[in-house]
Structure formats: C-alpha cells, structure tokens
C-alpha cells in the first residue's frame, strides 16, 4: 500500500510524507521540527516511525530542521555528498548518512528503489525524487527552472507526481520582487511557471497516473485558482485529479490503488 501527504510546501518550508508497504519516509524538512512533528500528528503518523530522510538540496526551504529531525528520531539522511557538504550537515552533527550520487538510484532500501533525478536549479547537486515499490511509481519534482528531457522521461506513467507550478509569470512580472529576483525564478535554474507546469504535465500523465499534486506556488506570485486551472485543462476527461499543497497545511493523505508498472 503506497500512501502519501503534502506536509507542506511553498518558499517558507518543504516537506512530504511517504509510506510504502508500511515504511516511512520524509522527502526534505523544510518546515520547522515542531510543524514536522504536529503536522505527521495531524495525519496520524507518529514521527517516531519515519524511517528515513531524503534531502533533495540544501535550499533552507528543504534542509531548514533535518539535522533536528533526524538526530532526534536517530533516523538515516539519505542525500548526495555534494548536498550534504553544502548543507554543512557534518557540523550539526549529522553522520549517520547514505550517501548517492545525482543520476543514480538508491536501490533495495526498505521495499523502494528511489532514484535520483538531476534536475536544473540553482544549488550544488539539486534531485528530484523518483520512488519505485513493487507496483507503484510515485515522483516527487520542485526547485527546477526548466524540465529537461531527462525529467520529462523519467516522470513518465507515475502513479503519483508532486510537481512544481511556482509562478504565473504575468504576476510574476507584475508583482513587486526586486528585478534580480524575478530574474532568478524565470530563469532556467529558477523555478517553474504554470504553463511549464502544465506543458510538462502534459508530457508524462497516462491512465495510470491517479493524481497530479501542485507544489512550491509562490504566496506572491501565484494563486491556487490559477495554478489549478493551468493544469487542469491537461488531464480534462482522464480519471486523474489535481490538487494543489498548501504551505501552512497538510494536504489530505492520498492513496494510491496499486496499479501495475508494467
Ligand atoms: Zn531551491
Ligand atoms: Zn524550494
């Protein structure tokens, strides 16, 4: 059984939740320990039971508490070396760390295979997340300027995809970020605007994908509303729903019915 949950996402903090066959794993702790801790409560998941960390890049919106979380759960951090010395992980004390290079899977780890998928950002060596269990493929993809055609093909018949529609890029020019900020979001190692969302959504859905979930929107330049409408329009008439994450609340816990990866 393959459930997962949005803790929270967006520029102020990061974190989803993912149980498989009865394991537990957090992708980035972007939050602070104690919103980690409350919000796991909240869907009824003991933080104590985490059985794995997974940092995605050492952006404070994604590393903000792992050296709290995973010292006080006495749980592994699994992150590539670059990752982790950008993170100055070492000197809070983190040690108990499985180390994997960008472009590599980390196999055989508790019932998942979780490959590492390079993506295009502005950080040392930043992945997004591509988890195979027995019969489900669940991804999980922010932080990217642009999809390349790696990211394309590997987010392809998901069962499940957490992805980034960051921007709307009318209210990003509109808005009132400073002009070097706004040039790094739209930039390639920016992040990803609605309609890149959407094209890129487009590419990789099938009848196998039974939810699409919007993450990282910006509070200033995007609305759900907006982001939801873009993507929408690409699944309309296929049985997969979209959803967006909010930052100061979990998303519900989805399940996912075990389709076969063929
Ligand atoms: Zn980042
Ligand atoms: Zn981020």
Redesign the pocket.
Same mark, same amino acid.
């Given at each position: 059984m393959v459930e997962f949950c949005v803790l929270g996402s967006g520029?102020r903090g990061?974190s989803v939740f993912l149980r498989v066959n009865g394991y537990s794993f957090l992708f980035d702790c972007?939050l602070s320990c104690k919103q980690i801790e409350n919000r796991l409560n909240e869907i009824g998941v003991l933080p104590s039971s985490i059985d794995a960390v997974f940092l995605s +890049?050492e +952006?404070s @919106? &994604?590393v903000k508490s792992v050296h709290t979380f995973v010292k006080r759960y006495k749980v592994p951090l699994i992150t590539s070396e670059k990752t982790y010395k950008a993170s100055g992980l070492y000197d809070r004390g983190v040690k108990d760390v499985f180390f994997v290079n960008s472009g590599k899977t980390f196999s055989k780890f508790k019932g998942i295979d979780v490959f590492f998928m390079p993506i295009s950002h502005d950080a040392a060596d930043p992945v997004g997340f591509v988890v195979y269990s027995e019969d489900t493929k669940f991804a999980l993809v922010? @932080?990217i300027g642009y999809p390349t055609e790696l990211v394309a093909h590997e987010l392809k018949d998901c069962n499940a995809l957490v992805v980034e529609a960051n921007h709307d890029p009318q209210m990003l020019k509109m808005g009132t970020y400073p002009w070097e900020l706004k040039q790094r979001i739209a930039s390639r190692k920016g +992040?990803l605007s609605n309609g890149d969302c959407a094209k890129l959504v487009e590419r990789v859905v099938s009848d196998k994908t039974e939810y699409v979930v919007l993450a &990282?929107l910006s509070e200033e330049n995007n609305t759900p509303d907006i982001a939801l409408l873009t993507v929408s329009r690409i699944v309309k008439g296929m049985d997969c729903n979209v959803k967006v994450a909010a930052q100061d609340s979990p998303t519900p816990v989805f399940r996912l019915n075990a389709y076969t990866v063929d």
């Open positions: 520029s990061n972007g +890049h +952006h @919106d &994604h922010t @932080d +992040h &990282h």
